[in-house]
Nanobody, 121 residues
């Protein structure tokens, strides 16, 4: 099995910064694309940022220039550096990873439980 755990959420004032972490563990052979999603209360889950196994990244227009996604393949981890946070960034942030697991010998999508980010004065 594969487990995904996010951390780093919290309460921050507008204009502040947070760094989210996503750690994968378990029967991992290879982690391919990793993504951060968010879901605000009463809204649909939306894709925030993507990073491929080779390190190429892309962002939603709403966060471009403020958020940076990165990964450490040696640690099976991804990160989301969030700067110049706005109240509209308030949401539960979820990590998603495409993982080839040895336990299933197949490629599957895995999700974490989410971490709350609240931007408020």
């Amino acid at each position: 099995q594969v487990q995904i755990v996010e951390s780093g959420g919290g309460l921050v004032q507008p204009g502040g910064s947070l760094r989210l972490s996503c750690a994968a563990s378990g029967s991992i052979v290879t982690i391919y694309t990793m993504r951060w999603y968010r879901q605000a209360q009463g809204k649909q889950r939306e894709l925030v940022a993507t990073i491929t196994g080779g390190g190429s990244s892309s962002y939603a227009d709403s966060v471009k220039g403020r958020f940076t996604i990165s990964r450490d393949n040696a640690k099976n981890s991804a990160y989301l550096q969030m700067n110049t946070l706005k109240p509209e960034d308030t949401a539960v942030y979820y990590c998603n990873a495409a993982v080839h697991a040895s336990s299933t010998d197949s490629l599957s999508q895995y999700w974490g439980q989410g971490t709350q980010v609240t931007v408020s004065s």
